[in-house]
């Protein structure tokens, strides 16, 4: 059998992770967590249950009966394929508050750590190398100019159909970056094994090359 190996990828909103992440995924052929996903998934649950993530109760009895996972790209809710589901902006307003709640976060660590048992990943998100994997085969940190990463996001927004403004992006970007690193309860930071991979200056292709070839030398 095939030895399992789990990868982490953090860094701040922008760096490239899941884009990247999708692409080592493919040139791997292991599965990619889609960690936001997950917490969307879970949002989606809330609206549909009318549950109050900030009554403990509630929540705790709506997480018992609760179950995420991914197969050939989609996202499970309860076996459900809720892909198409989890995008849309009532889920995303709920998504950000209710991520942030300490039962959800430690049910999602639960089932993402579940996963990296059973088969090969690669998971991107804060704390993934830090919190969820300490141990995983391979850690990296992304990082890039705050500024290139929000033109990267006004143009994706734009391509998406989106109306966007690099200021405004920016800005959100930097707020972001803020509330990111200096939460109290898991903030995003390096772990201390991670190789820090700078992407400002560099295109898809060679992140991608330069994370398997890391990869590839240990293996």
């Known amino acids: 059998m095939q030895d399992i190996i789990r990868i982490a990828v953090d860094g701040p909103a922008g ?3 899941s884009t990247i992440a999708k692409e080592i995924a493919r040139e791997l052929n292991i599965d990619y967590i889609d960690t936001g996903a ?3 998934a879970i949002a989606l649950k809330l ?3 009318g549950v109050d993530y900030n009554n403990p109760q509630q929540l705790e009895e709506m997480l018992k009966t609760t179950d995420v996972d991914f197969a050939d790209g989609k996202t499970f809710l309860d076996g459900e394929d809720i892909s198409g589901l989890i995008r849309t902006d009532e889920v995303s307003a709920v998504a950000s508050p209710s991520s942030a709640i300490p039962a ?3 049910k999602l660590t639960d089932l993402q750590q579940a996963m990296g048992q059973r088969k ?6 804060r704390d993934i190398g830090t919190v969820v994997f300490p141990d995983a085969e391979f850690k990296f940190y992304m990082v890039a100019d705050p500024e290139i990463r929000a033109r990267r ?3 994706e927004l734009i391509m998406k159909g989106e109306k966007a403004e690099f200021e405004s992006v920016f800005a959100e970007m930097v707020k972001r970056d803020k509330q990111d690193s200096e939460r109290a309860f898991r903030p995003l930071k390096k772990a201390d094994d991670a190789i820090e991979i700078d992407s400002s200056n560099l295109n898809i292709e060679e992140v991608t090359n330069l994370m398997l070839s890391y990869i590839r030398k240990e293996k």
């Open 15 to 17: 760096a490239g992770k």
């Open 38 to 40: 997950m917490y969307r």
């Open 47 to 49: 609206i549909r249950t």
């Open 104 to 106: 959800i976060r430690y």
């Open 120 to 125: 090969s990943i690669i998971m991107d998100g």
């Open 153 to 155: 996001r006004t143009e």
